[in-house]
């Protein structure tokens, strides 16, 4: 037995609770002045579309309109008003007007057609009070009401309407129900109803018609009851393109795209062509799985009509963009021509950007060009991919234009940007100036202080977040953690992981984010004992237990872990597979690296720019410069983390000539030099004798590359004139530098002095060296030369001076 609807006791009449609960705009009633009266001027007339003229004249000359013409003149209205032009809709409200004046304002014809002129108008509320004016018996009214309030997203109100109809003497038809159905089916939570009026259309025609059968499918699988919703499809006795692609969009919003398309090729089997919406729900189905199945779509689209359709060449524009496809989305967007859909050009240029940002900005300024605004999803893309902060500030003055500025998607695309660039002041300035927050933009910009080393920001903007009442999620805690970059944060690193117990228990889910944190923090006991009590050790959870024994040196257990978990059968990635080679140049084992590197090349990893730089520097370190220059040759962009190891493996093995070719090379790459690889270029010089091209390096830091000098391009500098025997010069050098000389400055001083037997100036450095009180291995080496120039007296007091001090003891791997 069909399952029954509310009795009317437990409802009120809908239409009265709306007239009291929705807002009115002047319904319209009689006796209001309007144009309809006397004899009309060729200069109004001429406002009306011809239809509607023709009825003004008709009146004018003094027929009464039946109430067949007012309602097909109120319908007539009814476009006009759906697409928002009030004039047309100022008509028909006089025209309604008259319909009173002559009594015909309750007919069913005029009725329905002035609720559904004012529904489509969002008029709701005046739909409501017009459709009280209307004969109660009449389906057509009930029909007009209840779709229009459905139209208007009044989805319970129009489950309501269709309660007391179907408790009054009018009886509902096919509309009625298709109307209730489309109800249920937006709105989530009615299933139950829509069960039941599925019911009472079984108990009134068990072989309901194509129209409603239709409305059922779509009912059950709006609801996601996709079993259903077949079950009733294959119980329909005849299907048309409507009711297949209803089931078609079904089981493509259930995400079960395979489904979507064998439905489409029984349609096809069948004899039923598709129309634009089956082509377009295919495509979307496409989107989710293969390429070949999209390709096929694209064929039967250009066999048929359907391929001169802007809205299936749009939608597969989005397919091909989806699914990887570049440049076949590119193909048919230019022969589409102009696209007016500022959806469809976000969605290409989304995909895009991840490929080539260079023509996701072509197509930026062609959408400017031809005077459509980017929307927030649009602009959120390319902000993504932007790698230059010159372009990123262009772009953001565009969207300050377009009013996007404080919006939270774009807002928060805009500062990890600027984090990313390192402008983390400007980063925060745009989170600042953000209307609202979400989880995404707190997260965002507590990465962006943790990143950067601004771990009292980040804190300071995490207990913000907890204020402001959003509960951090996993990846916020994970951001939170990384702040926690050092033994100074220990205790706040131990407060997180409390607050994280009580919030989540012995989550597993943020397991590896606290183990990188105790590694940083120094302490690798305690991470460990994290790692072990993890019950399931994922891939991520290795990988920061191996990086943190790297970081800590303990080098032997990090092997020993990696070794595991190659036995394990767990796949080794470029991050880790880099980490263990780093480890390998590091502490001299370059057996186990050139292992690591067959590895690579066997798994298809060799390629990354991780490994393949990890690979550069082992062999650079271990002297092998051959092999690291092979490895380096193979990377087509190399980074300048690569491009520092293949230089300073050149510095350091006596082939400065290379090490500087290596360098001009770099330079017209486009690579901006940093610190690091001055460092190695200058050392480079100084190894090779070469004093003016150091000089010149150093004097162009500033001016050429932008780099601020620091104690080590000193101490190298002073390395460069010490080995040349122009001591005199180097202490010049080091009496002018802006900052004070540390230990390595002096030290390296005095090593030339040590090999140029200057034993004057050593005593000038002792003097230096006891006023800082540096360790005894200085001392040492005064000694030395005092020695070696014959002043056997001054040797022994230096050495006699040096009671007390300590020199921390050295030790080897090997």
Request: hydrophobic fraction near 40%; charged fraction near 20%; proline fraction near 4%.
């Amino acid at each position: 037995m069909p399952p029954r609807l509310p009795s009317p006791a437990l409802l009120a009449s809908a239409h009265r609770r709306a007239l009291s609960a929705l807002p009115a705009t002047a319904a319209a009633r009689p006796g209001a002045p309007h144009l309809l009266d006397g004899v009309p001027r060729p200069d109004r007339l001429a406002q009306f579309p011809p239809e509607l003229a023709c009825f003004v004249r008709s009146r004018a000359a003094g027929h009464t309109p039946s109430q067949f013409a007012y309602g097909n003149t109120l319908k007539a209205c009814a476009p006009a008003a759906g697409a928002g032009a009030p004039g047309n809709v100022a008509f028909a409200e006089q025209v309604y007007c008259a319909a009173w004046k002559d009594g015909l304002a309750g007919d069913a014809y005029v009725c329905s057609g002035m609720v559904d002129l004012l529904a489509k108008s969002g008029r709701l509320g005046d739909a409501l009070r017009a459709f009280a004016d209307g004969d109660p018996g009449s389906a057509v009214c009930w029909n007009a009401v209840i779709s229009g309030a459905y139209r208007n997203g009044e989805h319970g109100l129009a489950i309501d309407m269709f309660t007391d109809m179907a408790w009054s003497s009018c009886e509902p038809n096919s509309f009625t129900y298709s109307g209730v159905l489309s109800a249920c089916a937006a709105a989530a939570a009615e299933l139950c109803v829509g069960r039941a009026v599925h019911g009472l259309v079984l108990r009134r025609d068990p072989e309901y018609d194509l129209f409603i059968g239709t409305s059922i499918v779509n009912m059950y699988a709006k609801s996601g009851d996709m079993v259903a919703a077949m079950r009733e499809f294959w119980r329909m006795p005849a299907r048309n393109v409507v009711s297949w692609t209803t089931a078609i969009a079904g089981f493509v919003q259930e995400g079960d795209p395979a489904s979507a398309v064998r439905l489409l090729r029984e349609m096809v089997r069948s004899g039923v062509s598709m129309n634009k919406f089956t082509a377009t729900s295919v495509l979307l189905a496409c989107s989710q799985m293969y390429m070949e199945v999209a390709s096929q779509m694209h064929g039967m689209i250009i066999k048929t009509e359907l391929y001169l359709d802007h809205v299936v060449k749009e939608a597969l524009i989005c397919t091909y963009a989806s699914i990887g496809a570049i440049e076949l989305s590119e193909k048919v967007f230019e022969e589409v021509g102009r696209v007016s859909k500022t959806s469809i050009w976000s969605t290409l240029i989304y995909e895009i950007s991840s490929h080539s940002l260079s023509r996701s900005i072509e197509l930026l300024m062609r959408m400017f060009r031809q005077g459509l605004t980017p929307n927030d999803k649009c602009y959120a893309s390319v902000f993504s991919s932007v790698d230059s902060i010159e372009l990123g500030r262009q772009l953001h003055s565009s969207v300050i234009k377009d009013g996007f500025v404080h919006g939270v998607v774009v807002g928060t695309a805009l500062s990890t940007m600027y984090s990313r660039g390192d402008e983390v002041e400007d980063s925060y300035k745009v989170f600042q100036e953000m209307q609202e927050h979400d989880e995404v933009s707190w997260t965002s910009m507590v990465a962006g202080f943790a990143s950067h080393g601004r771990s009292a920001q980040a804190f300071r903007l995490f207990r913000n977040m907890i204020l402001d009442n959003f509960k951090p999620g996993h990846i916020t805690l994970s951001a939170i953690l990384s702040a926690c970059n050092g033994p100074e944060c220990l205790l706040k690193g131990k407060e997180l992981h409390g607050h994280i117990l009580r919030a989540y228990g012995e989550t597993t889910s943020i397991g590896h984010s606290l183990v990188s944190m105790y590694s940083k923090c120094r302490e690798v006991q305690i991470a460990r004992r994290i790692f072990d009590a993890t019950a399931c050790k994922d891939q991520v959870m290795l990988s920061s237990m191996i990086s943190g024994y790297s970081t800590n040196d303990c080098n032997d257990e990090a092997i020993s872990l990696f070794q595991l978990m190659v036995a394990a059968g767990f796949l080794i990635d470029s991050f880790i597979c880099s980490s263990i080679i780093s480890l390998c140049a590091n502490i001299a084992r370059p057996l186990y690296g050139k292992l690591l590197h067959g590895y690579a090349t066997k798994v298809g990893i060799q390629s990354d720019l991780s490994v393949s730089s990890s690979l550069v520097k082992l062999y650079s370190k271990n002297g092998n410069l051959r092999d690291s220059r092979k490895v380096f040759d193979e990377i087509s962009s190399p980074d300048l983390v690569t491009w520092t190891a293949i230089i300073d493996g050149y510095a350091q093995h006596g082939s400065g000539q290379d090490s500087l070719r290596m360098f001009d090379l770099m330079i017209k790459h486009g690579v901006k030099p940093d610190n690091v690889v001055l460092v190695s270029i200058l050392s480079a010089c100084s190894r090779n004798g070469l004093v003016e091209e150091g000089f010149n390096y150093f004097n162009s830091m500033r001016s050429v590359y932008g780099v601020q000098p620091v104690l080590h391009h000193y101490c190298c500098m002073v390395d460069l004139l010490g080995r040349s025997g122009r001591l005199a010069e180097a202490k010049s050098f080091i009496e002018s530098m802006p900052m004070k000389p540390d230990l390595m400055v002096w030290s390296t001083l005095l090593a030339a002095c040590r090999v140029h037997d200057d034993a004057v100036l050593g005593r000038f450095v002792e003097d230096k060296l006891r006023e800082d009180n540096y360790d005894s291995g200085s001392f040492t080496t005064l000694s030395n030369i005092l020695a070696n120039s014959g002043d056997w007296e001054e040797a022994a007091r230096v050495r006699k001076s040096m009671n007390g001090a300590k020199k921390e003891p050295g030790w080897s791997m090997v």
